[in-house]
């Protein structure tokens, strides 16, 4: 309860400038450069204070103006949230005239304590809030702000003498490279968080393995698989099913069953690639080889044929006709702009037609799955089958 309230307070002061439409990139500039003007206002706030019990009254009035803007900046933010790009550039021009104004009337940059290092939250902020050539035109100010208050020395009389100007340099610079800190540390933050949830993405899309090549930039994969075992899935009597059934029960459905294949599917190491409207394809052995390819797939098409056959999904009981074939196959990504993982050659068509071609409730595989299976599952022979676009095959059952 305590740690809820305390985040609650923590947050309040950073929702300044939300809207509806912002996006989740946008909520993370906006609160870091929020939380930099609730940071900054007790530094600048004491600094005019001490400002004014010195005597510095110029100064104080120039550091007051920093603390009417910066507050005013929060209440514009309250009012015109979407105005953020035109109230942050008000708040960094006024921070880089105000470090050289103060600068001048203590005669320069060190008798000034580098006042002017507070300006370079005119950068960091134009490099969130902006773009990367904005904060490099900002930069360009900032220097030459820099510059200006150091040509200041020697060139300048100036209307007050700091007598602890290097106790005020040291609060200047702790708090200019706290508040850098501070920001920068955002940026790896975001970074690592964006760059998590891109990987997660592509894994989603990609085999791991395929999704690493990708990273290091191969141009094109494309690898010859020699054992591989590829299943097709279908459920049977869909179409007739999904007559008159609204679309988010209809999806509703497909995404529970498919879900409860796709656990299956992971628990045995196997690579899913595809679903094409009631159909799923997976395979074993790819992209990485292994020798235990067909055991795993049939151990997969056992689960699928009694647990989901066994199971209502949306108050209805599936039944599925599965097929399976072995042996070579092509694997390799295609698009641009929407990667797809998919596999061709002959095993792929025979796997696809022992589905088609079997029995609802019964897996279907072909002579060459029957080849790594007969010494360690129950299979029974079909007559011969003539499959379409193939001819006359010996096919099996998988019992179980």
Known sequence: MKTGRLKRWIDWPLEFGVFPEETELQSGRRRVMVGALWF??????????????AGHGLVAATVGVQVIVHSSAMVALRIRPRAIAIIFGVVFAEDIIGGVVASYFFGGLYPSGITVMWSLIAV?????????RAAAIWFVLFAASVIAAGLMSGRVEPHYFDKNSVGTAVF????ATLLTFLVMAYFVRQRDRFQKRSDDLLHNILPRAIAA???????????????????????????????????????????????????YASELGLEKIKTVGDE????????????NHAFNIAKLALRIRDEVHGH????????????????PVVAGVIGTSKFAYDLWG???????????SGTPGQIQISASTYAYLRDRFECRP?????????????????VG
């Not at 191969?218 to 059934?245: N, R, Y």
């Open 312 to 327: 209502m999904f949306g108050g209805h009981r599936l039944e599925f006709r599965i097929g399976i074939s072995s042996g």
């Open 382 to 398: 079909r007559d011969s089958v003539d499959v379409k676009g193939l001819g006359v095959m010996q096919t099996y059952f998988l």
């Open 124 to 132: 960091l902020g134009a490099l969130l809030i902006f773009s990367v």
């Open 346 to 356: 002959e095993t792929v068509n025979t796997a696809s037609r022992m589905e088609s």
């Open 172 to 175: 200047n610079l702790l708090g």
């Open 280 to 291: 799923y394809m997976v395979a074993s052995g790819v992209p990485v080889p292994d020798s």
């Open 213 to 263: 090549r990708l990273r290091n930039d191969a141009t094109l994969i494309a690898d010859s698989i020699d054992e591989v075992s590829v299943l097709f899935a279908d459920v049977v009597g869909f179409t007739p099913l999904s007559k008159g059934m609204p679309a988010s029960e209809l999806i509703g459905l497909l995404n529970e069953v498919f879900s409860t294949i796709d656990g």
């Open 40 to 53: 900054s206002l007790p530094f600048i706030g004491i600094a005019a204070l001490a400002a004014f019990t």
